[in-house]
C-alpha cells in the first residue's frame, strides 16, 4: 500500500511562488503516471497536471501553462510542482495521486491520493 503526503502549501502575495511536494512511501509495483490535482472552495476537482511514464508525456492545464512545472525525483520517491506568477484564481486545496498499475497505457486512473494542501494566493 503506497501512501501519499503533500507538503509546502501556504499564503503569498500574486506574482510569488510556491513548490509543493508530494513524498510516496510503502511498495508499488510499477508507476504509470503522477499527477496533481486541486479543488477549489465550492469547485470541481481539475486536473493541474501529470506525468504519463507509460508513453512519456507531461501535460498541464491551459490555465497554469507556462507558469506550473511537473516534476520528479525518483531516488526520494518525491512529486513536485513549482507554481510561479501565482494568481488569486489558483486558490485551491492542492492534491497529489498516483497511478500505480505496473503497466504502459496512455489513459492514467488514479487510486491512490494525498490528503491536500492548501494554496492561498491574495491580490
Known amino acids: 500500500q503506497v501512501h501519499l503526503v503533500e507538503s509546502g502549501g501556504g499564503s503569498v502575495q500574486a506574482g510569488g511562488s510556491l513548490r509543493l511536494s508530494c513524498v510516496a512511501s510503502?511498495?508499488?509495483?510499477?508507476?504509470?503516471?503522477l499527477g496533481w490535482f486541486r479543488q477549489a472552495p465550492g469547485g470541481e476537482l481539475e486536473e493541474v497536471a501529470k506525468?504519463?511514464?507509460?508513453?512519456?508525456?507531461?501535460d498541464y492545464a491551459d490555465s497554469v501553462k507556462g507558469r506550473f512545472t511537473i516534476s520528479r525525483d525518483k531516488a526520494k520517491s518525491t512529486l513536485y510542482l513549482q507554481m510561479n506568477s501565482l494568481k488569486p484564481e489558483d486558490t485551491a486545496m492542492y492534491f497529489c495521486?498516483?497511478?500505480?498499475?505496473?503497466?504502459?497505457?496512455?489513459?492514467?486512473?488514479?487510486?491512490?491520493w494525498g490528503q491536500g494542501t492548501q494554496v492561498n494566493v491574495s491580490s
Open positions: 510503502g511498495t508499488s509495483y510499477g508507476t504509470n503516471c
Open positions: 495521486a498516483a497511478d500505480h498499475r505496473p503497466i504502459a497505457t496512455p489513459r492514467c486512473e488514479f487510486g491512490v
Open positions: 506525468m504519463n511514464f507509460g508513453i512519456t508525456s507531461t
